[in-house]
């Protein structure tokens, strides 16, 4: 890109960025320098690498979606929060927002991930401890009680039963007067990554592609602002990938969806703006900032050159990230307040649109209310005190930033090309479901995962407290226990909302949704009717695995 061309991207970059609505603050240094929203090359030199690298909220949107950077609105901070049942996370909730964050991040208990009643026998043991426990819809109703939905983004991570889930979100939604158009948000939904790292599906690839397809079809026509899919790299990260692997697979995942919506007639400028992304922010913290730099300019080119998408929000990536879990230790918590914040600040300057910083506790057990206090607080600092804010992609143009970047970029493509080739008939999704079946993804995260492990133990790598500087005078941390009666008393509670239920009503509308799963049509509208009737998340779940089989994982070695 020569001069000219430059200095004409610089024009159009002011011109929008006078335009833009900017925040009521001062952009100043600390010390009171004032500075620019955006930097670049001096005036009237020539820089090739432009091209690649644009202006801030233009193609291909390398430095941010928008001109104005973090100077129109900073990013959401949206706490990741669910333990025991309902009303004990209602409560952490009121607490978050009160504390001054921005968004609800919903963390479900284990059954509720695999699509299980908290009395089922399997949910033993395990109900309210990684999560809160959401049975039917009357457990929605408390969750948010005093939570104006329609003033509340919120997000919630689960993808197997996220369908049935979504729907009793609908339902309280509802019950509190809400309409249901108003709604803003993000479910995460992303079925592949569950085959490929995490392994919380209920059925086989095709039938959760369905449920997918009709629920982008439904959030179209009747919820334009809500996101039915967060496409979610950060579980494949957790389960050993490298930065690039977590990208590569991680946007593959999103373009099969962008095929899956297309396969459904739906126009990709309508349904493009309503896929999201989920990130790991990891440890190495300029590899990071690259990572998400060069996602943002692989999704705008591929969505479209590839798939033809015409508007700028359909072009964008907009992505939630959270703080590496895996990169905290047992050994010296107190260190783990250090790592989030080094990886809440690379999330910041990745360009990060919401985030959610891990407690420094989170190793050993659900937070504790004091150390998410300091999760929260290490957000705050870092939007209020370090004036990271004030420019936008403020490492733009240096030529490592620029050339991890490039590196990122260049790694993804040959893992797209190879996904590709997997396949039968060309299209991205073939390739995934190819490599689900045959294992493929597993073993490169299992190699990459060895490899890091092999390079730890060896010394090659160095964690402090865990194999270097390990003297230490820590004292003992006191953690957050969930006590057994949260199981017993959700298990109480459940057996007389089976009891007080209108049970005609319930069979009425367990039978449609089981018709509508024999058929063709879209489910959506017959799960909400069971959702409304008091069916549990179960027995919904049940009758499609009683109609669609389940999926077990071919064994290798």
């Not at 403020?394 to 050339?403: D, F, K, N």
Request: proline share 5%; aromatic share 8%; net charge negative.
């Amino acid at each position: 890109m020569d001069a000219e061309q430059t200095a004409e991207g610089r024009r159009r970059w002011q011109e929008r960025f006078d335009q833009a609505r900017k925040r009521d603050a001062e952009f100043r240094t600390l010390s009171g320098l004032e500075v620019e929203p955006v930097y670049g090359p001096p005036e009237g030199t020539a820089d090739p690498r432009m091209e690649r690298i644009g202006w801030p909220g233009e193609y291909p949107y390398t430095r941010g979606l928008h001109p104005t950077g973090y100077r129109g609105k900073p990013w959401t901070i949206r706490q990741f929060a669910g333990f025991g049942n309902a009303r004990q996370t209602n409560e952490r909730y009121k607490m978050i927002l009160g504390a001054g964050g921005g968004g609800l991040s919903v963390a479900f208990d284990m059954p509720t991930l695999m699509g299980r009643d908290s009395d089922d026998a399997r949910s033993l043991g395990e109900v309210g401890h990684c999560g809160v426990a959401v049975d039917s819809a009357m457990d929605m109703d408390v969750l948010f009680d005093g939570i104006p939905l329609g003033d509340v983004t919120t997000s919630m991570t689960i993808s197997g039963p996220a369908v049935p889930i979504f729907c009793m979100y609908l339902v309280a939604a509802e019950r509190q007067g809400v309409p249901i158009g108003r709604l803003n948000g993000t479910l995460q939904t992303d079925i592949f990554k569950e085959y490929i790292a995490q392994k919380e599906w209920l059925f086989a690839p095709e039938p959760h592609l369905r449920l997918i397809g009709d629920l982008m079809e439904f959030c179209v026509a009747e919820i334009p602002a809500y996101k039915p899919l967060s496409v979610s790299g950060y579980h494949i990260r957790e389960a050993g990938a490298t930065a690039a692997q977590e990208l590569a697979f991680t946007l593959a995942d999103g373009f099969g969806y962008v095929e899956l919506g297309l396969s459904r007639g739906l126009d990709v400028d309508v349904f493009g703006p309503g896929l999201s992304f989920f990130f790991d922010a990891h440890i190495d913290f300029f590899e990071e900032i690259a990572k998400f730099r060069a996602a943002r300019r692989i999704w705008a080119r591929w969505m479209r050159d590839t798939y033809g998408a015409r508007t700028e929000k359909a072009q964008w990536l907009r992505f939630h990230t959270q703080t590496a879990g895996v990169s905290l230790t047992a050994q010296q918590p107190d260190n783990n307040i250090v790592r989030t914040a080094i990886e809440a600040l690379a999330a910041v300057l990745g360009g990060t649109n919401s985030l959610h910083t891990n407690a420094l506790d989170e190793v050993l057990a659900l937070p504790s209310e004091k150390a998410a206090e300091i999760a929260l607080r290490t957000q705050q600092v870092i939007m209020e005190e370090t004036e990271v804010a004030n420019v936008a992609d403020p490492l733009g143009g240096s030529w490592y930033i620029e050339a991890l970047t490039d590196r990122m970029e260049a790694e993804a493509e040959a893992i797209f090309k190879r996904i590709r080739e997997m396949g039968t008939d060309g299209t991205m999704t073939s390739g995934i479901l190819r490599g689900i079946e045959d294992g493929w993804f597993m073993s490169e995260i299992a190699e990459s995962a060895f490899d890091y492990q092999r390079k730890l133990e060896k010394g090659e790598k160095k964690i402090v407290g865990v194999n270097c500087h390990t003297a230490s005078v820590e004292e003992p941390l006191p953690i957050l226990r969930v006590s057994h009666e949260v199981e017993r008393e959700q298990n109480r509670v459940l057996a007389e909302r089976r009891t007080g239920r209108d049970q005609a009503a319930v069979d009425a509308a367990m039978a449609g949704l089981v018709a509508a799963a024999r058929g063709s049509g879209n489910m959506i509208p017959p799960m909400l009717d069971a959702a409304r009737a008091e069916a549990t998340l179960g027995e919904i779940c049940d009758a499609l695995r009683t109609e669609w089989g389940t999926y077990t994982e071919p064994a290798r070695f």
